[in-house]
């Protein structure tokens, strides 16, 4: 048993994006839509999109070597590995152990987390939680997603949206004030079918009239996701603030979940926190689901956007519904 912790740091973190581009242009020539329809609507400009054949581990590995650097952890280090994901790449075994073996992370034990857009967000409670009890010393919380995958190029209201990436954070007590102050999750799944892959699992087994109705992909419907993400992203970010102890004029950043700029907009507008303090990398990658926050906040920790000392809030949204959100002191 390793010994419990009261305070659990972010030492790290790291991202990685595929190199190929896919831009709103490139989309006018693929279904009817158009650069301004894609920007006015959602603020995304581009996207980036995996290979056919690069499996969601890779994404997932090299962001997680790159937070292990980062963070100046060796993988042998890592007693668990968390990857949330709806894209893994297989149904079995988990992704996460697929990233083991990759990493040579022998000593760690390794698994998935499933709730959409908010994969990354569950996993960094667990993984703190692990910290905090003693039953982890060193945790490696990845997001990541191959969402190009799962996407009906056809269909112009969702093919716009969606982009591949990772994202990773290593987790640690410094025996320090600040670190990750509180977490909250929460899901509703009374309204899963208004974002949702109908077919593939246990309920609707893959069949040849399955793929034919085209159940395989992304089925999402835009307007009630949005009026539900705006209200729980808002509810969420109150509350984990109130037990952090912090109030929405205290933040230095607030880093939301990427999915589409009227959404953060109304949600910093109703925290009261102005633009300048929201970090928005939407434009570049479109929705990535659960690596959205980790790619983000590996961005705003690069760039100078967070520095020491800084009271970040992060707060998500996704299919199951599920939402969470962290306050973190770095």
């Not at 709730?115 to 990541?144: E, F, H, N, P, S």
């Not at 395989?216 to 102890?245: T, Y």
Request: glycine share 10%.
């Amino acid at each position: 048993m390793i010994a419990p912790a009261h305070d659990v740091h972010i030492l790290g973190t790291g991202s990685y994006t595929p190199s190929h581009v896919l831009t709103n242009q490139d989309l006018e020539a693929m279904v009817d839509t158009s650069d301004e329809w894609i920007v006015t609507r959602t603020g995304i400009r581009e996207r980036r999109i995996a290979d056919p054949d690069t499996p969601s581990s890779f994404l997932a590995s090299e962001a997680a070597k790159r937070a292990l650097d980062d963070a100046g952890v060796s993988a042998k280090e890592l007693d668990q590995i968390i990857v949330g994901t709806v894209t893994g790449d297989r149904i079995f075994p988990s992704t996460g152990c697929s990233v083991q073996d990759i990493l040579g992370a022998s000593n760690a034990y390794a698994f998935d987390v499933s709730a959409a857009c908010a994969g990354w967000m569950y996993g960094l409670q667990i993984g703190r939680d692990a910290v905090r009890a003693g039953t982890a010393k060193t945790v490696l919380v990845i997001g990541v997603e191959s969402l190009s995958k799962i996407v009906n190029w056809t269909d112009r209201n969702t093919c716009v949206l969606f982009g591949d990436a990772a994202g990773a954070v290593v987790l640690r007590s410094r025996g320090e004030p600040g670190g990750i102050l509180a977490t909250r999750v929460h899901s509703d799944g009374s309204l899963v079918h208004l974002l949702e892959m109908p077919a593939g699992g246990s309920l609707m087994p893959p069949s040849h009239l399955t793929v034919e109705r085209q159940l395989h992909v992304i089925h999402m419907s835009g307007n009630d996701v949005f009026k539900h993400a705006v209200r729980a992203m808002q509810a969420v970010a109150l509350e984990v603030l109130e037990a952090a102890g912090k109030k929405a004029e205290d933040l230095a950043l607030l880093v939301p979940h990427q999915a589409n700029l009227r959404i953060i907009e109304a949600t910093a507008h109703r925290l009261g926190v102005p633009m300048e303090k929201v970090f928005v990398n939407l434009d570049k990658y479109g929705n990535t689901s659960s690596a959205s926050i980790p790619l983000a906040l590996d961005e705003a920790r690069r760039s100078g956007r967070i520095q020491k000392g800084d009271l970040v809030a992060m707060v998500t949204f996704g299919g199951g519904f599920t939402w969470a959100g962290a306050v973190v002191q770095f």
